[in-house]
C-alpha cells in the first residue's frame, strides 16, 4: 500500500537551531498535514497544505507542499525546548481521501 | 474550537476484561470519527472509521469482533476492548473531523493508554 517516508528519524539538536524534515511518497498526495505529538498525548494539527507548491507558515514553522506532489517539508527556526516531539507527516492515500496514512514521524532532541 | 475529549486517559485492566474507551467531541458534531492505534515508538495506525448511526468500517486485518465501536450520537464515539489480553495492551487515540473545516483536517483526543495485566 501506499507509504509515507518520514526523514531523518531522528534528530539531536541544539537550541536556537533550525530544524528541516521531509516526508515523500511514491505516490501523489492531494493534501499533506503535519502533525506534532508530545509524550502521551495525541497529535496535535501544525499545518495543512492543498495545491501543488504551497507554502504555509505557522510561527516559526514553515511547511510546503512538493512540486511534485510526492513530498513536502517541515521546518522549524529557532528551536525552543518546547518543539521537543515526535513530528508526522499525514495525507489521504490515493482513492481514499475518508481517512488518513500517517509517516512514521521525526522525534526532535534538543541538547541541554 | 474543535476538541475533541477522550476518556479514560489510562486505564488498568485484567486480562478477559472488557474496557470501553470515549470520544467526545466538545464544540462540534462529528458523523464521522477514527479510531488509531499506536505501540511504542511506532506511527498511528487506523483501526476503523466511526460513522453515526451506522456500522464502522473496520480496517483489514482489525477484528471486528474484538473492537466494538459505537457511535450513537454526533459528539460521542465508544471503542470498547472486549476480552481483553496483554497483546492488547497500547495506546489508542480518537480523532474527529469538523464538519466545518476542510476535508481530511481530523482533531485528536489525548489518547488511552490500556495496559491488560
Known amino acids: 500500500g501506499q507509504q509515507l517516508n518520514q526523514s531523518p528519524q531522528s534528530m539531536f539538536i541544539q537550541e536556537g537551531e533550525d530544524v528541516s524534515m521531509n516526508c515523500t511518497s511514491s505516490?501523489?498526495?492531494?493534501?499533506w498535514l503535519w502533525y506534532k505529538q508530545d509524550p502521551g498525548e495525541g497529535p496535535v494539527l501544525l499545518i495543512a497544505?492543498?495545491?501543488?507548491?504551497e507554502l504555509t507558515s505557522n510561527g516559526r514553522l514553515t511547511a510546503q507542499f512538493g512540486i511534485t506532489r510526492k513530498d513536502s517539508f517541515l521546518n522549524i527556526s529557532a528551536s525552543i525546548p518546547s518543539d521537543v516531539g515526535i513530528y508526522f507527516c499525514?495525507?489521504?492515500?490515493?482513492?481514499?481521501?475518508?481517512?488518513?496514512?500517517f509517516g512514521k514521524g521525526t522525534r526532535l532532541h534538543i541538547l541541554p | 474550537g474543535a476538541v475533541v475529549s477522550q476518556h479514560p486517559s489510562w486505564v488498568i485492566c485484567k486480562s478477559g476484561t472488557s474496557v470501553k474507551i470515549e470520544c467526545r467531541s466538545l464544540?462540534?458534531?462529528?458523523?464521522?470519527m477514527f479510531w488509531y492505534r499506536q505501540f511504542p515508538k511506532q506511527s498511528l495506525m487506523l483501526m476503523a472509521t466511526?460513522?453515526?448511526?451506522?456500522?464502522?468500517?473496520?480496517e483489514q486485518g482489525v477484528e471486528k469482533d474484538k473492537f466494538l465501536i459505537n457511535h450513537a450520537s454526533l459528539t460521542l464515539s465508544t471503542l470498547t476492548v472486549t476480552s481483553a489480553h496483554p497483546e492488547d495492551s497500547s495506546f489508542y487515540i480518537c480523532?474527529?473531523?469538523?464538519?466545518?473545516?476542510?476535508?481530511?483536517?481530523?482533531?485528536f483526543g489525548a489518547g488511552t493508554r490500556l495496559s491488560v495485566l
Open positions: 499525514a495525507g489521504p492515500p490515493r482513492g481514499r481521501d475518508d481517512k488518513i496514512i
Open positions: 464544540d462540534f458534531q462529528a458523523t464521522t
Open positions: 466511526s460513522n453515526e448511526g451506522s456500522k464502522a468500517t473496520y
Open positions: 497544505l492543498y495545491k501543488a507548491g
Open positions: 480523532s474527529a473531523e469538523p464538519p466545518t473545516r476542510a476535508k481530511n483536517i481530523q482533531y
Open positions: 505516490s501523489i498526495f492531494n493534501t
